[in-house]
């Protein structure tokens, strides 16, 4: 039972890594994509990004344009935030942690409860 419990749990990682590889691929291959994820105004920052690209040649235009763009940005990111469940707002709020392994073995130094 163990053993088939442990191909079960190695068959999800590969799943789990195979779809994380190939959202990451995508994103190296089209980077304006990272931009739309997790974004309500993903439909306006796209229609920026064509104005943009159409009056290219006209540079003060453009900057403001760009700054407009960051603007929306940030508030789509915020919206989506504000809109998602708890464990999401929960692993915004902590950020980035370390991974202790916990081998199961009583070590003298581990204080007894």
């Known amino acids: 039972m163990n053993l088939l419990s442990d191909w079960k749990k190695k068959k999800y990682d590969i799943e789990a890594m195979h779809i994380q ?14 931009d739309y994820a997790c974004n309500v105004n993903a ?7 064509f104005f943009i690209k ?8 453009v ?7 960051e603007q929306i940005l940030r508030m789509g990111e915020a919206y989506w935030v504000m809109n998602a469940d708890v464990l999401t707002n929960l692993g915004l709020k ?3 942690t370390g991974v202790i392994e916990i081998d199961g073995k009583n070590r003298d130094s581990e204080t007894e409860i």
């Open 94 to 96: 902590v950020g980035k």
């Open 54 to 61: 159409a009056y290219e040649d006209d540079a003060e235009f």
């Open 63 to 69: 900057d403001w344009l760009k700054g407009l763009r």
């Open 21 to 34: 590889t190939l959202s990451q691929k995508l994103v190296s291959k089209l980077p304006h994509l990272k």
């Open 43 to 49: 439909d306006k920052i796209a229609l920026l990004d």
